[in-house]
């Protein structure tokens, strides 16, 4: 990757998107040896204009950018980084710079809980013991979450569809692990299939 900081005066703009939810975060500045540093640490450090020098992101906060993967655009002057954030990246408290708070990709995030949960043997998460329970077991409660959400269907009360759709997902994201599946890989078929 040869990234072209002379356009900038040594500067290239960053752009930071949460790796689960695809959600913006927010948008920095790096140098070369911010750039340097970012990739041997996996961790994301800007070149702060206002301190003049490097500033790792949560340094002071504790609320760090860990570094998934690294994109350059088309004219190789702009990053892109996504980066799983520990804690809230805006300096005011909230998820992104940009005041985006939406629901939209949060099932990425569940699926990333889910999986630690069985990856860390919690024992005292259900998800977990049902996961530990077997496939057959985790399969049979996809089948009664479904079945329950199809007799909500069929009633008027919106709520309780609603609730039984978010127990079938959950679920569902269980039996996806257990298969040694990602909601991703279901993705990539619906892709293939809108072709």
């Known amino acids: 990757m040869n990234i072209d900081f002379t356009k900038g005066n040594g ?35 800007f070149f702060s204009r206002s301190k003049n020098r ?13 570094v998934v993967d690294i994109q350059i655009d088309c004219d190789s002057d ?6 799983n954030p520990f804690g809230p990246t805006c300096h005011t408290g909230t998820t992104s710079c940009f005041k985006e708070e939406t629901a939209k990709g949060f099932v990425y995030d569940l699926q990333a809980t889910i999986n630690q949960r069985i990856d860390e043997n919690d ?6 013991k049902l996961y530990k329970r077997g496939i057959n077991k985790v399969a049979q409660k996809v089948g009664e979450e479904a ?18 759709a978010a127990d079938l997902m959950y679920h569902y994201l269980i039996l996806l692990k257990a298969k040694g599946f ?3 890989d279901i993705e990539a078929i619906l892709k293939e299939r809108a072709n």
Do not use: C, H
Not at 54 to 66: A, D, Q, R, V, Y
Not at 123 to 128: D, G, K, R
Not at 147 to 164: H, P, Q, R, W, Y
């Open 182 to 184: 990602k909601l991703e």
């Open 11 to 45: 500067l290239v703009p960053v752009i930071i998107q949460d790796n689960n939810t695809l959600q913006v975060l927010m948008l920095g500045y790096m140098n070369e040896e911010a750039y340097n540093k970012t990739k041997e640490e996996n961790r994301v450090t």
């Open 123 to 128: 024992e005292n998460s259900y998800t977990n």
């Open 78 to 83: 702009t990053i892109l980084v996504k980066a």
């Open 147 to 164: 079945v329950e959400l199809v007799i909500e269907a069929k009633d008027n009360d919106d709520n309780l569809f609603k609730n039984e």
């Open 54 to 66: 490097l500033w790792t992101k949560g340094e002071e906060s504790g609320n760090f950018l860990n």
